[in-house]
């Protein structure tokens, strides 16, 4: 109590005025750089198709670019099989060097992709669980790695998404607020706004991370 006394005194004398009341002067400013050094080496050492997905980083998602063993193509087939194996880069570790660059997932499997049922929307990919009840910000990473890729077909940030039980696909929305915030709620739409274009982007090869 003396020494509170004496730093009360102190603070006083020097001008500064003491507050009871708390001050909210934000989130603390993150130290990860979310960039990884030397990321062009990724993809042109490594065996795989260039795909971009979405991982966590100071409180965001941020876009690294991996190399997929997947096979590039529209088809049904190799719409799922692009969406699991993007599904699996996301399941996967991050890499000592997406860690040091402050990199983490929430995603965790065991998570299996499959195509649309009869009645689902065009271009649906169901998951092995129910997408709701995945982690928030589990759920956007999905969201967004497969709503910009060849998964998708899609070209405007929207995927359908069912999960294995007899409920309904929903349709789901990544945009810039999902970014910045993937541990708020995840947009819906609706799955029949969702489905897919005609024209489907290419796998982006940009390497690029986006800021949350």
Sequence with gaps: MLALAVLSVLASGCGIRTTSIPVDAGAAPSRMPCAIAGKNVIT?????????????????????????RIVKGTSPGN???????????????PSSAEREAGFTTSVRGPLVVSGARKGDPEG?????????????AALAQIVCTLAESE??????????????????????????????????EVPTVDPNVA??????????????PESP
């Design 44 to 68: 042109q050492t490594e065996p795989g198709v260039p795909v971009r997905i979405y991982l966590l980083c100071a409180s965001g998602l941020s876009s690294v670019e991996r190399a997929a």
């Design 79 to 93: 719409r799922v099989e692009i969406a699991q194996g993007l599904v699996d880069e996301l399941l996967a570790e």
């Design 124 to 136: 649906t990919l169901r998951i092995s669980r129910q997408p709701e009840d995945l982690p928030t």
């Design 151 to 184: 998964s998708s077909e899609s070209t405007d940030g929207r995927v359908v998404l069912g999960g294995p039980g007899d409920y309904p696909a929903r349709g789901y929305e990544c945009g810039p607020e999902t970014k910045r915030t993937p541990y708020a």
């Design 195 to 208: 489905a897919p274009s005609p024209v489907a982007p290419a796998a982006s090869s940009a390497a690029s």
